[in-house]
């Protein structure tokens, strides 16, 4: 691939001007792609010479290509849900995400969502995601299937829920455990699929089936853990109910051995310094849920407080709450959320977020998120004229700053020119 190249080898921070050396750019690059992977990366004048005479070559000289998105929270059950009117998170919930998930049980059902879960964020520029799947097992095999068709990699599992759901979508402890270990068993480390223990949220699971999850989590030290945390007022107060013996609403999770390295909690809006504290240190990560939190009503997480803690931070689509798969839209909505609190949220910071920075949220740092040697080629060409919109402003950007953020505020799927996974060019649907 030939055209300018954009991928970050370091978090920029948050002001205007990025911190030394974490951007890099080159506007005539050249990314050399052998068997999958970036074997290459430099000015297109000095390497063109190297490339053997069958290389492929594909020229963009006026897009912008950067490492592909990453999505670390997301449920692809969810996709035909977006935009249900008019209610916040428990009756969410009840009224159209658990009726929803209900039509999993048909594993077809499953197959042509995953299908389109997984064609849809190709087309948006996403190449890797961890995903919520259902408390069905099929679920995950059909997440699975679908990535590994295309190449891409994938995480997600299994949601663990025994309680305060219709009958139709609730686990037992003993079942939870016996599905997640022979999904575990079946896809962790397949290819570029891995599992990740998945117990939806406190409200939805009994004690029991807390400690199963601990169990597991202990079990298998290396999976990543997913769920929620403190997104809702009420959800917070009924989690408080729910367990009363537990300090707070992390407590929950820390006590049965849930807040550990690598796990990866959703939201996040209603907590003070010492649970951002307790989450820094455990290892722990927040995912940052701007159109879901907005959407839902849910409030205005709290970006610079999360930043002053340490606490690994990703950004993430949350879909069905979320209102978009597009990591652009994610942008924009993070965008307007730290407007509202005063914080003025960078296109360096957010590009370097939906590429290097989620990757090292899910610690892939070392395979996916950068235009780097030896890494995998998984790419997005994004298109700064993709609209009329960005056309009409493109003319009057004159810097990579100006180009980043309007395609961070005004980019939809139309700014997304093409779509590469393991170096292969994916057809994305129109
Ligand atoms: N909390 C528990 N389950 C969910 C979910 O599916 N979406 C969101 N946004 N929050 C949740
Ligand atoms: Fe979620």
Redesign the pocket.
């Known amino acids: 691939l030939r055209g300018p190249l954009l991928s970050f080898s370091a978090d920029p921070g948050v002001d205007v001007t990025p911190k030394d050396e974490s951007v890099v750019y080159l506007e005539d690059g050249l990314l050399w792609i052998e068997q999958g992977h970036i074997k290459h990366v430099g000015e297109a004048d000095a390497l063109l010479a190297h490339l053997p005479a069958d290389a492929e070559l594909h020229h963009y000289p006026d897009k912008l290509i950067m490492p592909g998105f990453v999505d670390p929270?997301?449920?692809f059950s969810q996709l035909d849900i977006i935009a249900s009117f008019g209610k916040q998170l428990l009756d969410w919930l009840n009224d159209y995400t658990f009726p929803e998930e209900a039509r999993f049980a048909d594993p077809a059902y499953a197959d042509a969502l995953a299908d389109a879960f997984i064609s849809e964020m190709l087309r948006y520029g996403t190449t890797t995601a961890l995903a919520?799947c259902t408390s069905h097992p099929s679920s995950v095999d059909a997440l699975f299937k679908a990535a590994s068709a295309r190449g891409c990699r994938m995480l997600g599992g299994k949601v663990m829920m025994d309680r305060n759901a219709p009958a139709a979508l609730t686990d037992t402890p003993e079942r939870a455990e016996h599905e997640s270990r022979a999904l575990i068993e079946r896809w962790h480390g397949q290819g570029r699929l891995e599992y990740a223990i998945t117990p939806r949220f406190a409200p939805t699971s009994s004690p029991e089936q807390m400690r199963v999850a601990g169990l597991l989590a202990k079990d298998y030290p290396e999976l990543i853990v997913q769920t929620?945390l403190s997104e809702n007022t009420k959800e917070i107060a009924w989690v408080s109910n729910l367990y009363p013996s537990a300090r707070d609403y992390l407590d929950v999770y820390d006590r049965v051995g849930l807040l550990k390295d690598r796990a990866v909690f959703?939201?996040a809006i209603h907590i003070d310094d010492s649970v951002r504290q307790r989450l820094h240190s455990a290892g722990g990560r927040i995912a940052f849920?701007p159109t879901?939190n907005l959407f839902l009503g849910s409030g205005l997480f709290d970006f610079r407080a999360a930043r002053e803690s340490k606490v690994t931070l990703g950004i993430a689509s949350?879909i069905g709450?979320g209102t978009s798969l597009s990591q652009l839209h994610t942008l924009a909505a993070a965008y307007q959320v730290c407007q509202l609190q005063g914080v003025s949220y960078t296109p360096w910071q957010g590009f370097y977020q939906v590429t290097h920075g989620n990757a090292v949220m899910l610690s892939l740092n070392d395979c996916i998120g950068q235009l780097k040697p030896g890494f995998e080629a998984d790419i997005v060409v994004l298109d700064p004229r993709g609209s009329p919109a960005l056309a009409r402003k493109a003319s009057r950007a004159t810097t990579l700053f100006e180009m980043l953020f309007n395609l961070m505020m005004l980019g939809d799927d139309r700014a997304i020119h093409a779509t590469y996974v393991q170096g292969r060019k994916m057809e994305l649907a129109p």
């Open positions: 929270h997301v449920h919520f929620h959703a939201h849920c879901s949350d709450a």
